[in-house]
């Protein structure tokens, strides 16, 4: 099921998650689809794309520089895709909300992601109700939550704001980020 798409600037692609496929899928200007990363199993493995597994991706994101980003959603990890490599930018692989960097940090069920003009990933963590912000700067990903992480409807800023399963995400480059609140329906 294609959920997700983003464009590569590097090469006009579109990358395409595959939530019940397991899979990432390139598609060219010229139509061509081809499977980028993933073998089919609900499974995290880092390494060569072509040998690389990814449970349930959601999100995804391409920087200036034709890195993608990936929400994994069932494996609670950010996934970074780079010269054919998968590695894991952040998470430990089990539901949380644990502030950190890279792979000490915890989400639970990320779905969003968005990039803003100085690469920092935005993430709409949805079963840990918040906004977390990741600095994809050099391999660290550093963890700030926004909102209290109980499920709630409350305008505010960051730290007082609530939501109620987070789910589209999408910074505009201005510091301004816009996301859907699914169980809010707003």
Do not use: W
């Amino acid at each position: 099921t294609p959920y997700r798409v983003a464009i590569d600037p590097t090469t006009d692609d579109a990358v395409v998650s595959q939530f019940n496929a397991h899979k990432m899928t390139r598609v060219t200007l010229r139509g061509r689809a081809y499977h980028y990363v993933g073998t089919g199993s609900a499974l995290t493995l880092d390494g060569m794309t072509t040998e690389a597994k990814i449970n349930q991706p959601l999100g995804c994101a391409v920087g200036s520089d034709g890195a993608a980003y990936v929400a994994e959603y069932g494996g609670h990890r950010l996934r970074a895709i780079t010269a054919g490599v998968v590695t894991t930018l952040a998470g430990t692989g089990k539901a949380g909300t644990v502030d950190s960097i890279g792979v000490a940090a915890s989400f639970s069920e990320p779905r969003g992601l968005s990039l803003d003009a100085n690469d920092f990933l935005y993430v709409a963590d949805s079963q840990g109700v918040s906004l977390r912000l990741v600095d994809t700067a050099n391999g660290d990903a550093l963890v700030v939550r926004t909102g209290t992480g109980a499920a709630g409807f409350d305008d505010g800023p960051p730290g007082t704001a609530t939501f109620n399963t987070p789910g589209t995400i999408s910074a505009d480059g201005a510091g301004v980020v816009y996301v859907s609140d699914h169980l809010n329906y707003a």
